[in-house]
């Protein structure tokens, strides 16, 4: 399984930027965003279920990032708005076989497949 994050790069503060995640396979159920600044622990970012409901967010990155998915192109995306040099880091994709969002959801172990990471840089 494969998870192929691109959409990374050099971005001033209060630019945006899409991140996209695209499987190789239809076999996850849920899916996250992780993030790992320099020197800094993975810290979780967004989450959400392929058969929709609920999102979760870090409060970090909330009212300012989208985490959405297109169910016919089979693609993860995250909308990064107003971004600020704090959410400089290595951006990873996460997939998961289960069906709904949980408590889970939030840790890196929630996650059974994970795609190769894209930088963000944000310049102040």
């Known amino acids: 399984v494969q998870l192929q994050a691109s959409g990374g790069g050099l971005v001033q503060a209060g630019g945006s930027l899409r991140l996209s995640c695209a499987p190789s396979e239809r076999t996850f159920t849920s899916y996250g965003w992780f993030r790992q600044p320099p020197g800094k622990e993975r810290e979780f970012v967004a989450a959400i279920a392929w058969n929709g409901g609920p999102t979760y967010y870090a409060a970090s990155v909330k009212g300012r990032f989208t985490i959405s998915r297109d169910t016919v192109q089979n693609t993860l995306y995250l909308q990064m708005n107003n971004l600020k040099p704090e959410d400089t880091a290595v951006y990873y994709c996460?997939?998961?076989?289960?069906?709904?969002?949980?408590?889970?959801?939030?840790?890196?172990?929630?996650?059974?497949?994970w795609g190769q990471g894209t930088l963000v840089t944000v310049s102040s």
């Open positions: 996460a997939a998961g076989v289960h069906p709904s969002l949980s408590e889970r959801s939030y840790s890196p172990t929630g996650y059974d497949a």
